[in-house]
């Protein structure tokens, strides 16, 4: 099956720890990006890349990192300086290609910090 | 002035009826506009796209797109209780630090289908 796979669904973290967030993509997509949404608001972007080993902050960059080592992965760390973690993540990919640039999201992984 | 803007909701409207959604938009150079729905603890899945001018229909979801007056609506047709759930509207941002793809979601429309 194609498509857009995120890992674990569910991840609790203590305050003060590093956690990573897994997206997998089998679409062949150029591009991939990572949300945070919080309850009651729209999708608000981290990070992005549009190419293996180069990425682009979003609007929201501060206390996140990425790394977009193989086509299909792009993997998100919460790190300790992220002052207010608990949020929905979702992963998204896309094409590049005027025209046909829709993005299809993941499944998502709800974060709460204990 | 928000750049991707829609009202909360919720909208209420009966089995059967037509339910409208819309959504305004700040930057007129825009020129993607994407309908998502959001079913509550899911992640969203893509409805419709547009692009043009005027309306674009799929099944029971009409799209409709006026660039001159920045808004762009969903139409739900014969709308069903399966159709409750948050519409989100995105809108492609122009020549952000040269790239593309990046979309501005408003905060998205809570539609309830009473049967």
């Known amino acids: 099956d194609g498509g857009i796979t995120q890992s674990p669904k569910y991840l609790f973290r203590k305050e003060g720890q590093n956690v990573t967030l897994s997206c997998e993509q089998n679409?062949?997509?150029?591009?991939m990006y990572w949300y945070r949404q919080d309850p009651g608001q729209g999708l608000r972007l981290i990070y992005y890349s549009q190419i293996v080993n180069d990425f682009q902050k979003g609007d929201i960059a501060e206390g996140y990192s990425v790394s977009r080592e193989k086509k299909e992965s792009f993997p998100l760390t919460v790190t300790s300086a992220q002052k207010n973690p608990t949020a929905f993540y979702l992963c998204?990919?896309?094409?590049?290609?005027?025209?046909?640039?829709?993005?299809?999201f993941g499944p998502g992984t709800r974060l709460t910090v204990l | 002035q928000k750049e991707v803007e829609q009202n909360s909701g919720p909208l209420s409207v009966p089995e059967g009826a037509i339910a409208s959604l819309n959504c305004t938009y700040s930057?007129?150079?825009?020129?993607?506009f994407f309908w998502y729905r959001q079913y509550s603890g899911k992640s969203p899945e893509l409805i419709m796209f547009i692009y043009s001018n005027g309306d674009k229909e799929d099944g029971r979801f009409t799209a409709q797109l006026n660039k001159a007056s920045q808004y762009v609506s969903l139409l739900i047709r014969d709308s069903q209780p399966s159709d409750s759930a948050t519409y989100l509207c995105?809108?492609?941002?122009?020549?952000?630090?040269?790239?593309?793809?990046?979309?501005?979601f408003g905060k998205g429309t809570k539609l309830s289908v009473k049967p």
């Open positions: 930057d007129r150079g825009s020129q993607s």
């Open positions: 995105a809108v492609k941002r122009r020549n952000y630090g040269g790239s593309q793809g990046n979309l501005i």
């Open positions: 679409l062949n997509h150029d591009a």
């Open positions: 998204a990919s896309s094409i590049l290609l005027v025209g046909t640039d829709t993005q299809y």
